[in-house]
């Protein structure tokens, strides 16, 4: 665990320069705009320890599976978001020494996110090996408005020298992903051109042929006046650059401004590619950066207007939170249906920038609480889209008739993960994708989705768990062999709780979606039918037998529901028994002994009572939750937010606010020593959710919002937005008590403590905790 | 399967020439003589499909694991037996046009593999691009008198011209492994001489840095009469070679008499290693080609003398099962305690030519039967020198105090396995360690192995059992949690019947090798106790405890052991109910539809039964066959022969031949379409079981061979020889009754149908059927 940023409420500061945390800073700082994302990175040449990360989204590699021994069905390939070429390069030579913080003396080193208005500055003083001293001011973003685009301000001053300065903005495409399978790089060259201040460069990528044009115009400054200039073209293998010279006196400014985009061929023809990225190039080096930068503030305060969390009285958490939504706003914008959320988003390679269950389980709820209803709608179209290849990928693992096992692990709907135990067994991701349709219905009201697309997703996957359980002899019950739930410490076990139990969820809902098609629709739920030749008696039938017929394993004396077959046979340790050098289990164990151990890696059946807490009762929670709880090691970043959901419902506020604090600065702390990786982005979600759902005790039942706070001790008062069916409720939480204001023009019912109220349009209410405080 | 080979009771034959056989002949046609191993690839130039293969035992290469997501504990490295430098090869040029079988048209090709002798013949006519023909005849043989040395008689013969033969003999080290998994080379350049009419190339192993000196010497003769020449020296990049020309008329031959030697640096000080290979040249070619010839000849009619096995009636069954028996002898000749036996020999890459449970559990009843008990002892101690190494890679995992785990696939006792369902939990290869440790007593008398090493090893894996096991409150009984099986079409079941069994016979063993060793040697056992910290109390009672209280699971309904806990919820289907499509399952089906299904790929609870033959009766053991083998596939070439053999003790005669013919001409026939890829050697042992064990129905039953044998309806008679504590038998089974014959000069008393006859030194009795024939 590092602790070197800065706390401030809507800043990330680092202050002074370690080259052993550049590449966490690297992480924490990145920039995206839902299009592109950008790892901190330094514009200027750096020979120190870096990852360098500018990502296009969409645009992808099929890289090679490594797999030390092929069986049959595994994925050919593991599909990587590919690192593109560096936009930000700018070199700068003083008197041909290269100015490179590796190599230099680094003082008043000064690194600031503002998340407020979306753009990163970095200030700093280097004093090369001859002397020469230089002040840099460089700030920069990826708008959020012209979303293919990226500026940035690059200032330089000579503190105690005059001297010649060789400047050389350029495009490199010659970069390659570190966690290449074979260490190949992914991108060929198609066209490049270098004008007096401005180049373009077309990559395209190996077997995928996406192709992306990178454009770069400049203009540069002297003392605040524009400098006539005529740079020298240089054209090298995929690099594209315009190096020019500029004298400077002492203390005289040197100032550039590079404007750049990023256009792929996902978004626009080929032969039309460079061509449009010219007028993206212009446009905004029209505008120019100022302008930019002005639209590029309001567009994020207006973001901030919608899913602001104020925490009063822990400025740590005020700046964790906003973390948070900030780099979740960052990654996904919901603007394109062909896109989803990388578990590190735009900031870094690891996991490949592909879509999990992390979305339907974590980041649903966030973007249906904080942003318009179209978001989420996107993020479920992107499944429908992927329904024909879920179909294919189940038929490879010999499933027949439209059962649909969608990806571990996508990029186009293929699977591509590469672990047998986990692409093969791990699919009660099915099961999310599921839950997350009804999740949105539930949220928004808006049924007509199952009509539209959802009804088609939900026969798929009710048809693949119905051919996924078999009848045993033995216990002449239905079973659920060889799975993996999502407590990954687990492989190939029989009859998961929370595979089946999620697995008869699915079946149910589907067959209840039938029927509401049918009641809304008669001609959609005929037309959805004959589209998946759905049979109307055979199926359902089948379906009912499964459900009133499936083993689920229980424990009646101790009352609760087992994880698998067989938990109870496992050592009866807890985690608390555990020497802190064995912690943590994946680095210091190995496998079989984690898998041979009853440690728990994430919420497995408490995933299952927070999906469905609903059906069951406090006390069953409780008990679970008691059992569960001290075998969970909580190794992954998914698992506290479910816990302190969970310790909320079962009114346990501090483990609640314990659990919350595991990953609330998990990435700004380092907790893990992994986000030189990237960050965290889907278990940022996560974070929400623990002081939404947690905290903020919020729920949707039967159309109705439903709210259930409590104040952390530590905490002032807290107090966070959501939209729901085009009201904005600002709820903030306070020793007086919980306020709400309705800052729409439309009246809404919630219910608070178990109390209805009615807000009218523009107005608030005030209710009382019914705690003593 | 193919059916190309012409059946002959001692020759390997292969007539016409079809390049798409070519590399299954390749694998068929291998020599070896358990130091060096060759593929049958040709002397001259093929462009045309070839898998080159040239292997010297105990060279091996750690290629780096290819794995999609690490996990702790998982193997650096596969090891891998290296394709060396190729020694075979003679280029042959025609008035500047190669001879090269894939561009020439080839007639009366002809491919003799003769076994009694030792060696590989190879005649055949080529006709040019040009129209030129030529005859060729090429012999050679891997001398397993001279083991580190290889000889090649090469004779061509323009058939319709006269003209000018430009010759290069050469030694190419450029090589490199066809599985290399990222495509590196392994092999760097030591040193490098060619003389006039010799030539040496050392090369060195990357990482492992062994070093192997490859020589060659050569004479050339021009119709019988020795040519002078003065070759040209060529020198490359990792090869040296000699060229000269011959001018040779219509019908004169040309014959070029190549002598290699591969030196290893495991065997020689590297700074000798030149020197050595020099001197083993000089011998060889001093002592001429056609005596080393007769040398070999002779050798290996000695190896028959103690080995063969005779069919009348089925002269395919013959050659088939010489065909066996000659391969194994070619792998190992148990000379050295360092060296074992891959699953492909020296015959193709796979596998690594790593050791895995297939030496202990198929190959030691052959080696035991058929050599030297110092064969089976060196197998023996090979594990015993990796004892620290196996300890090392349990504490890898977690356990303590000595606790050893031998490693799933290895050459120098490290892991190097790398799928973790089978590197940590196909533990029960431990188990088959501890068995040939008691197979080889049972067998040979010899008990003071126990003292001097098996104790030790038996220690180190009893510890690793009492330790794998855990305590199970919900069953008050000990379990065994997360194993896999012999059937590895299972991964990660609780309470394998095989494995669990298995780890209590080791405790049991462990227990009474103590008590003997105790009895028999106070010192020793005093010293191993000393050495390996044995706590003579506590362990044994600890071991009791578990003995007495672990869980085995069974179905008392079907009288049967079950293969796991929860083997009886699959679906309950049949092998016979598969479809043809279906087959075999590992190319047909996902993985996880084959570890779901009911289906199991080689002997498991069958296995303990076979090896623990005599702890059950007959009815049981005929229960768990029903059941078990109906739902084999048998899609490990290791699955007959146990199948076989029980089918055999349950009176199912033809049953018995049956499973016997799955496996018989496995690679002469290349049933599985993969013989390409080398020969399944250790299968071989299990085929000459079938045969002994099977149809012979031997047995060691108190230090005395027990016969029960039956004749296979198709075969006249077979007859095998036995070597037994000094005595050769050969037991021949004719219609007529059992004929043993001692061919010694040691009295042996055996039991044949359970009754006992005494054979004197160089006699023989006859034993009659006890059924009516």
């Known amino acids: 665990m590092k602790n070197y940023i800065k706390v401030n409420e809507w800043n990330i500061i680092e202050e002074g320069f370690d080259p052993h945390r550049n590449k966490i800073s690297e992480s924490i700082f990145s920039l995206g705009n839902g299009r592109m994302g950008q790892r901190a990175n330094f514009e200027e040449a750096y020979s120190g ?66 998340m407020r208005e979306g753009y990163l500055q970095r200030s700093f003083t280097a004093e ?29 001053t000579p503190l105690n020298f005059s001297g010649n300065f060789t400047i050389t903005p350029y495009i490199d495409g010659d970069i390659k992903n570190q966690d290449a399978n074979y260490d190949e790089k992914f991108w060929d060259e198609v066209t490049k051109e270098v004008n007096s201040s401005s180049a373009f460069l077309t990559l395209r990528t190996k077997k995928t042929a996406f192709e992306v044009c990178t454009g770069m115009q400049f203009v540069v400054y002297h003392n605040g006046q524009p400098v006539e200039l005529k740079p020298e073209p240089i054209q090298n293998d995929k690099y594209v650059a315009c190096q020019f010279n500029v004298a400077a006196l002492q203390h005289e400014e040197i100032t550039i401004f590079k404007f750049a985009a990023n256009l792929s061929s996902e978004n626009y023809p080929k032969d039309k590619l460079l061509q449009h990225c010219q007028e993206v190039i212009q446009k905004i080096f029209k505008k120019g950066f100022d302008q930019m930068l002005q639209e590029q503030a309001q567009a994020w305060i207006a973001k901030w207007e919608e899913s602001d969390i104020v925490i009063e009285g822990d400025a740590a958490a005020q700046q964790a939170i906003r973390f948070n939504i900030f780099q979740l706003n960052q990654t996904y914008t919901g603007e394109d249906a062909r896109l989803n959320i990388g578990p590190k988003g735009f900031t870094g ?41 879920a179909i294919e990928n189940a038929e490879k693992l010999g499933f027949t008739n439209g059962a649909a096992l969608y990806p571990m692990v996508t990029i186009n709907g293929e699977e591509c993960h590469n672990e047998w ?153 807890l985690v608390k028994d555990l020497k802190p050098a064995d912690r943590p289990l994946n680095q210091k164990w190995s496998w079989d002994r984690i898998l041979r151990s009853p440690f728990i890696k994430q919420a497995d ?16 929670i409780r008990r679970n939750f008691d059992f569960y709880e001290p075998r969970t090691v909580h190794e992954s970043s998914l698992s506290p937010c479910v816990h302190a959901i969970l310790a909320a419902k079962l009114g ?17 702390d380092d907790y893990n020593n992994d986000t030189e990786d990237g960050c965290h982005i889907t278990s940022m979600a996560g974070t929400w959710m623990s002081v939404v759902e947690g905290f903020g005790g919020m729920r949707v039942r039967h159309n109705q919002l439903h709210f259930n706070p409590f104040l952390p001790t530590k905490w002032h008062s807290f107090s966070f937005k959501i939209g729901f069916r085009g009201v904005l409720l600002n709820i903030k939480v ?40």
Not at 133 to 151: H, N, P, W
Request: hydrophobic content about 40%.
């Open 421 to 573: 135990e986990i692409t093969f067994e791990e699919i009660h991701r099915n099961a999310a994708i599921a839950f997350a349709i009804y999740n949105y219905v539930r949220y928004t009201g808006d049924a007509a989705y199952l009509n539209e697309y959802g009804l088609e997703v939900l026969i798929g996957i009710a048809r693949f768990w119905a051919q996924r359980v078999n009848w045993s002899e033995a216990k002449q019950q239905y079973v659920m062999l060889g799975v993996t739930g999502p407590n990954e410490y687990e492989n190939n076990v029989n009859n998961n709780w929370y595979t089946s139990t999620m697995a008869l969820w699915c079946l149910e809902y589907t067959l209840s979606a039938l029927a509401l098609v049918r009641n809304n629709n008669i001609g959609d739920y005929e037309a959805v039918v004959e589209k998946t030749n759905f049979l109307t008696i055979d199926e359902p039938l089948n379906w009912q037998h499964i459900l009133q017929n499936m083993y689920l394993p229980v424990d009646e004396e101790k009352g609760i529901f087992l994880q698998q077959e067989g938990y109870l046979d496992k050592e009866n340790i």
């Open 128 to 156: 090369l090996p001859s002397g020469k001293q230089v002040k840099v001011m460089a700030k920069r973003f990826c708008s959020i408005v012209d979303d293919e685009a990226g500026a940035i301000c690059y200032r330089i």
């Open 652 to 668: 346990d506020e501090e483990r609640a606010y314990q659990f919350y604090l595991r990953t609330s600065r998990l990435d700004l």
């Open 605 to 620: 059946v408490l995933q299952g009572l927070y999906f469905l807490e609903d059906r069951f009762d406090l006390e069953t």
């Open 349 to 389: 390679e690891k996991y490949g920038g592909t879509t999990y269950w992390d979305t339907e389980a974590y980041c649903v709820p966030f973007y249906l609480a904080t942003a318009d209803s179209q978001v989420t709608r996107n993020l479920l179209i992107y499944r429908y889209k992927h329904l024909q290849k």
């Open 49 to 114: 320890e870096t990852l360098p990360g500018n990502y296009v989204a969409g645009v992808y590699y099929p890289d090679k599976t490594r797999v030390g021994w092929w069986k049959n069905g595994y994925p050919e390939y593991f599909a990587k978001v590919l690192n593109a070429a560096n936009w930000i390069g700018i070199d700068v030579k003083i008197d041909g020494e290269t100015l490179d913080l590796h190599t230099a003396k680094v003082s008043d080193f000064r690194r600031v996110l503002n």
């Open 734 to 773: 306070s020793k007086g008590g919980v306020q709400l204001v309705n800052q729409s023009d439309k009246n809404i019912s919630v219910v608070v403590y178990d109390k209805v109220y009615e807000i009218k349009a523009k107005t608030q209410i005030l209710a009382e905790h019914e705690y003593v405080a």
